[in-house]
C-alpha cells in the first residue's frame, strides 16, 4: 500500500515571502500521480497542483511549483509571494493508476500554513 | 460554477437515528464516487468507493452496515448513517471522477454532529 507522509504539521510565513512544504511517499508503482490540495477554513478541498510521475519536469501553476524528486520519493510545493489568502491546511496526495488502489487518493496528515502579514 | 454537490452541509441529530448525505455530479455521468472522513485538523481517510450500479466497496476497519453507500445513478451517490453515535461526528466529504485517468472533484463537505 502506498503511503504518505508530510513531516510538518504546522509552518509559517511572512507575506510576500516564499515556503516550501515538504512531501514523501513510498510506492512500488513507476506510474502515478501527485497532488497538492489546499483546504481553508471553509474546508472545501481546492486542488493546487498536480503532477504526472512519468513527467520530469516539475509542474509550475502561478505562484505555485513543486520539486519532484522520483528516485527520491520526494514531492514538495514552494509557494512564492505569499499572500494572506494561502493561509490554509495543505494536503499531499497519492493516486493509483492501476489495480486495486486505481483511482484512490492517499493524503498525507497536512501542513497548517500561517500567513504573516 | 461546482461541479460537484454535497448536501447537506450541516446536520445535527440524535443519537440512535440515521442521517443521509447526498452526493450528486451536477455537469457530468460520474462512474466513481469516493466518500471520505475527515476528524479536525486531521488528514482524510477513505471510506469507500461507490461504482453506478454495484455494490460499494469498503476500507479495512470501515463498518459497511452502519455507513451504508448506494450509487442508483450515474449522478448521485447517497451515505446514510445509520443508528449515529456522537463518535460518528466528523466531516464527510465525496469526491467524484467522471471517468480513468481524469481529474476528479470534491464536494464541499458535511459537518455531522450528533447529540
Known amino acids: 500500500a502506498q503511503t504518505v507522509t508530510q513531516s510538518q504539521p504546522e509552518m509559517s510565513v511572512q507575506e510576500a515571502e516564499t515556503v516550501t512544504l515538504s512531501c514523501t511517499y513510498d510506492?512500488?508503482?513507476?506510474?502515478?500521480?501527485l497532488f497538492w490540495y489546499k483546504q481553508p477554513p471553509s474546508r472545501q478541498m481546492i486542488l493546487v497542483i498536480r503532477q504526472e510521475a512519468y513527467k520530469q519536469q516539475n509542474a509550475t501553476e502561478n505562484r505555485f511549483s513543486v520539486n519532484f524528486q522520483k528516485a527520491a520519493k520526494s514531492f514538495s510545493l514552494k509557494i512564492s509571494d505569499s499572500q494572506l489568502g494561502d493561509a490554509a491546511m495543505y494536503f499531499c496526495?497519492?493516486?493509483?493508476?492501476?489495480?486495486?488502489?486505481?483511482?484512490?487518493?492517499?493524503f498525507g496528515q497536512g501542513t497548517i500554513l500561517t500567513v504573516h502579514p | 460554477g461546482a461541479v460537484v454537490s454535497q448536501h447537506p452541509s450541516r446536520v445535527i441529530c440524535k443519537s440512535g437515528t440515521s442521517v443521509k448525505i447526498e452526493c450528486r455530479s451536477l455537469d457530468f455521468q460520474a462512474t466513481t464516487m469516493f466518500w471520505y472522513r475527515q476528524f479536525p485538523k486531521q488528514s482524510l481517510m477513505l471510506m469507500a468507493t461507490?461504482?453506478?450500479?454495484?455494490?460499494?466497496?469498503?476500507e479495512q476497519g470501515v463498518e459497511k452496515d452502519k455507513f451504508l453507500i448506494n450509487h442508483a445513478s450515474l449522478t448521485l451517490s447517497t451515505l446514510t448513517v445509520t443508528s449515529a453515535h456522537p463518535e460518528d461526528s466528523s466531516f464527510y466529504i465525496c469526491?467524484?471522477?467522471?471517468?480513468?485517468?481524469?481529474?476528479?472533484?470534491f464536494g464541499q463537505g458535511t459537518r455531522l454532529t450528533v447529540v
Open positions: 510506492t512500488s508503482e513507476s506510474d502515478y500521480y
Open positions: 496526495a497519492y493516486r493509483s493508476v492501476s489495480g486495486t488502489s486505481y483511482g484512490k487518493l492517499t
Open positions: 461507490s461504482n453506478e450500479g454495484s455494490k460499494a466497496t469498503y
Open positions: 469526491r467524484v471522477s467522471r471517468g480513468p485517468n481524469t481529474e476528479a472533484f
